[in-house]
């Protein structure tokens, strides 16, 4: 039965009706010259009931779409002016112009309040003006407030439940997917419009030829501020103990142009090195780690109570016009962060017929985190062709020190060093002419990483066959690296309803993996096969890609994708001098549906199936020492997996009302040939995978919504959702049935109180419930409440008073409940800011969580800054 739901789902679509649209053209009777921004309405005979509606574009372009039409229709234009006028057409007319008649309109005077949201063909147009205020500094603040927009804890942006495909300032990509940086420091007060262009087809050759997937989001700026160059900085300083948060932001837009240089260091608990996280597909980098030091998950708390953090980034960032269309950019970044943190966590693993085993840590880390990367994209972008190279480097010179404490035998001490280097180049070349199209395309990619992690003492001494050997120590070091290539070419024809095209290439991935374990002082290589890995995999393959749009109707387009690759998998284990040689054929087909109902109801879905292999991670077959008391090794399975993912996405906007609501269905399908086991010694474990078919299923259901409502002066959000995943988890060698439901909400409200207060309120509820086998694991409900009110007793003059509740039902009653509350004072002079914060005014100095996980629980103990206070003075240079 419920297969036959996601099939009815996806092809609900191909049952709508078809829809007739009318095209038209509206310009001035004297002059011929287009007339925008008129309005254009469709009207049955004899009746002013309106069909539909639309506004000349600033070409005086319109389109009238409509189901059912009637034979014949009246058309009207009107505008403030020109003169109104209708006229009687066929339906069926395809294209009609109106030459209009310029008048002047005497108006009395009257206040015209601006929408704050206005739709324009594909594209909205939120003004920023309808919605910001005294609190709001950067744009980023801003966007969480827009209906329809999401801003996630990471800085990722969403629109009607789906990421955005590409973030523009004045329509051009600086940032490279980064845009942290400009949605952080861009001022609001320098933005007029916030755009969100829907069905956004970033590669304009390929415009109608490929059904985009996601929108894009564009900020226009103000007329001051387009072309000219803004610098500020800010100073801060704080107690306890030494405390600092500088910043220097200097950039420069136009259409043509742009420049942005960003350095902020900081150690006040913002990690602010989340604004150098791309959001956009990441280049291939293969960058696995197999070694890690233990650590508890991160609380569930905001990161200036947690986070002990000493960090510092450059970003650089430069795009020119060399000519018309085509575009240089550089994207230069480092990042310098020093992080500890302080936690006691206990972990409990239920198996089924057995004790449940208890794991208990008293952990206090170090991270240090290096990193410099550069970019540089050459990009053409026309209706005839585009162009496009990017080379990226980057490389990691990063580590972690550990000692975990309150665990037999002594206290040990963790050390990991994890340098990378890795560089890569992708070139792509399209070429229109007519109706037919031709690309083709290389890349190649480097990656090196020279690993060890250092255990003192170490536990793993039953392992070891060569006693000569002391275990006080061990030094675990994996070496890999891996280079791939691939070249591709493709050509395609579009006709009036069907578009097609093809894709084959060729490719060669080359893995090489090598670890080696040492033990003692001075390091001696254990001579044992069981611990040793020298492994090499080749991958060469041929992939072709057939390509199909159909254009059923004016409502209705789908997209079918059916790539087929060969590939010769030849892996080798040099120190079991085994080899092994296989070719495979994996599928992976993919439909999607995009059905526009109206100009506000829209329905968009895909289902793909894929079966793939498992990595280099996998083939290995010596034991790798992980963890200070984890030991892995696959023993050689290859895992296979076949994949089943289907969405449904029905969205509503009315930007009239500001109401935009979103549903999203999920349905994932994942079967797999083999179980991972984990065997415990009390804390000690190993790790290894057993053929065993299984099948993960997982459901979901998750909507959104979004409105500005001006009688209350308010902007109300809501999220929600629900996911159920049936799954078995092997431990022990016993295998376990796990379900897990997960439902949360999440409203929230921003609310003006004249132009004297601001009161943001935000409550998120969650629910966890886990069965195992037959037993049901108590249910989790954690709730976290966000409650902030800005006072602006005079211009300029901002108090902010911010609280933060969370709660967890499962831990003990006087640990359930924790509150942090936070004081600032904001004053505004001329081009100078001053603030002064205090942190969390009630001095809480932890934080317990307690969560499920699999076959496990968890419960964290954090150790969480004091109480602080932080003098900021931040001024614009220029």
């Not at 020119?320 to 480092?334: A, D, H, I, P, Q």
């Not at 996405?649 to 609501?661: I, M, V």
């Not at 979103?662 to 079967?671: A, G, P």
Request: one cysteine or more.
């Amino acid at each position: 039965m419920k297969y036959q739901l996601v099939v009815f789902l996806f092809l609900l679509p191909l049952f709508s009706f078809a829809q007739k649209e009318i095209k038209g053209r509206v310009v001035d009777r004297k002059t011929l010259k287009p007339v925008p921004l008129a309005t254009v309405t469709l009207h049955p005979i004899g009746s002013q009931n309106i069909l539909a509606y639309t506004m000349t574009a600033d070409d005086g372009t319109f389109f009238l779409k409509k189901d059912l039409m009637p034979d014949s229709v009246v058309i009207s234009v009107r505008a403030m002016t020109i003169e109104t006028q209708s006229r009687l057409v066929k339906s069926d007319v395809g294209f009609v112009e109106f030459r209009v008649t310029e008048k002047t309109t005497e108006l009395k005077e009257v206040i015209v309040k601006a929408p704050k949201i206005r739709q324009t063909g594909d594209t909205l147009n939120y003004s920023v003006a309808g919605f910001v205020d005294a609190t709001d500094r950067s744009i980023g603040d801003v966007l969480k407030k827009l209906p329809g927009i999401q801003v996630l804890p990471s800085g990722q942006i969403l629109y009607q439940n789906k990421a955005i495909s590409k973030f523009y300032v004045e329509g051009l990509d600086l940032l490279k997917g980064k845009y942290g940086i400009a949605t952080n420091n861009i001022d609001a007060s320098d933005v007029a419009t916030v755009q969100v262009l829907e069905n956004h087809q970033p590669v304009r050759v390929l415009k109608d030829m490929e059904l985009p997937e996601a929108a894009a989001i564009n900020l226009k700026l103000k007329e001051s501020a387009l072309g000219a160059f803004f610098a500020s900085a800010q100073l801060g300083f704080g107690l306890p103990p030494a405390l600092f948060s500088n910043e220097l932001v200097g950039m420069r837009f136009t259409r043509t142009q742009q420049n942005m240089l960003v350095y902020k260091g900081d150690n006040t608990g913002r990690d602010i090195t989340r604004e150098l996280v791309s959001f956009y597909d990441a280049p291939e980098t293969s960058d696995r780690e197999l070694l890690s030091v233990q650590l508890p998950s991160a609380p569930q708390i905001k990161e200036q109570h947690f986070l002990f953090n000493d960090a510092h980034l450059i970003s650089l960032n430069d795009l020119r016009t060399l000519k018309k269309e085509m575009t240089l950019t550089g994207n230069l970044s480092f990042i310098y962060d020093k992080q500890k943190s302080d936690s006691y966590s206990k972990r409990d693993i239920f198996l089924e017929d057995a004790d449940t085993i208890h794991i208990a840590e008293d952990i206090d880390m170090k991270f240090l985190k290096r990193e410099l990367e550069g970019s540089f994209t050459l990009e053409g972008n026309t209706e005839d062709y585009f162009l496009n190279n990017t080379l990226n480097v980057s490389t990691k010179w990063n580590s972690r020190n550990s000692d975990v404490a309150d665990i037999k035998p002594p206290p040990v001490s963790q050390y990991l060093n994890l340098p990378s280097f890795h560089i890569g180049n992708d070139f792509e070349y399209i070429h229109r002419k007519g109706n037919k199209r031709y690309r083709m395309g290389a890349s190649f990619a480097y990656t090196y990483r020279n690993n060890f992690l250092r255990v003192v003492p170490s536990s793993f001494a039953s392992l070891l066959t060569d006693n000569q050997v002391s275990d006080s120590s061990m030094l675990q070091k994996v070496v890999y690296d891996y280079l791939a290539t691939k070249v591709y070419i493709s050509g395609g024809i579009d006709k009036q309803r069907i578009t097609a095209w093809y894709t084959a290439g060729v490719f060669y991935n080359r893995y090489h993996l090598r670890s080696r374990l040492y033990a003692g002082i001075p390091w001696m290589p254990i001579a044992a096969d069981s611990v040793r890995n020298d492994f090499i995999r080749n991958e060469i393959g041929l992939k072709i890609t057939p390509t199909f749009m159909f254009k059923i109707s004016a409502k209705l387009n789908t997209q079918l994708s059916l790539p087929v690759t060969y590939l010769m998998l030849d892996r080798s284990d040099e120190v079991r001098h085994k080899e092994q040689r296989k070719g495979n054929v994996l599928y992976a087909p993919f439909l999607s549906v995009e059905c526009p109902f109206s100009p506000r109801i829209s329905l968009f879905s895909n289902v793909s199936y894929a079966n793939n292999l498992g990595g280099i991670e996998e083939d290995y077959r010596g034991y790798i020492m992980t963890t200070y008391r984890t030991m892995n090794r696959t023993g050689g399975l290859m895992s296979e997996e076949r994949k089943l993912n289907a969405f449904v996405y029905l969205n509503y906007k009315n930007p009239f009302t500001t109401l935009f609501t979103s549903v999203r269905l999920s349905y994932s399908n994942l079967w797999r040939n083999r179980l991972r086991d984990i065997y415990y010694d009390g804390i000690l474990s190993h790790t290894t995978s057993i053929r065993r078919s299984n099948t993960w299923h997982s459901y979901g259901i998750n909507y959104s919504l979004g409105q500005s409502i001006d009688v209350l002066r308010s902007e109300v959000k809501l999220s929600t959702g629900y996911t159920v995943n049936r799954y078995i988890a092997l431990n022990q060698g016993l295998i376990s049935k796990v379900k897990s439901r997960l439902f949360s909400i999440s409203p929230s409200v921003v609310t003006d109180i004249g132009k004297f207060a601001v009161i943001k309120y935000k409550i998120s509820y969650n629910q966890s419930r886990n069965k195992i086998a037959a037993a049901r694991m108590p249910a989790i409900h954690y709730l976290a409440q966000d409650i902030s009110a800005s006072f602006i007793p005079m211009k300029k003059l901002v108090l902010n008073l911010s609280f933060n509740h969370y709660y967890n039902s499962l831990l003990e009653s006087s640990d359930r409940s924790s509150w942090f509350g936070n004081i600032g004072l904001k004053y505004g002079f001329k081009r100078v800011d001053f603030m002064l914060d205090w942190n969390n005014i009630f001095n809480t100095r932890r934080f317990i969580n307690y969560s499920y996980n699999d076959v496990s629980s968890y419960y964290s103990d954090y150790r969480l800054r004091s109480s602080e206070i932080l003098f900021r003075v931040r001024f614009k240079v220029f």
